[in-house]
């Protein structure tokens, strides 16, 4: 309140509550149209394939075959049986439950090798 016991003029409820967001998608919005009129785009990431192109130029770091798929049931046997069909894909892969430092794994493919990916 002021002096006189009158309450203090307020501003307007709309314009000071959004004008912090305003301005970070002002910002935002210029920077980006900023990069595309210059021709910059962000990084594509690289593509993962299983092509006999890509086959031949990288050695797989496993070599043991993978385990039958018929061995399995459900779940455990569908991943078996893309393993067996992709391994190339799988060998690029890091496995995170620290089987490479316990098992002496190399890729998340030798998971598929020694029924580790079923339990």
Known sequence: MGEN??????????????????????????????LVWRGEAPPAAPAISS????????????????LDPARFVGKAAATHRIARESPDVLDQLYCYCACDKHQ??????????DGHAAT
């Open 51 to 66: 092509s006999p192109a890509a086959d031949s130029t990288t050695a797989r770091r496993e070599t043991r075959p993978t």
């Open 5 to 34: 016991g009158r309450r203090a003029p307020r501003s307007r409820p709309g314009v000071t509550r959004y004008w912090w967001p305003a301005l970070l998608a002002v910002i935002t919005l210029s920077v980006g149209v900023a």
């Open 104 to 113: 002496g794994h190399k890729s998340l493919l030798s998971c598929f090798t």
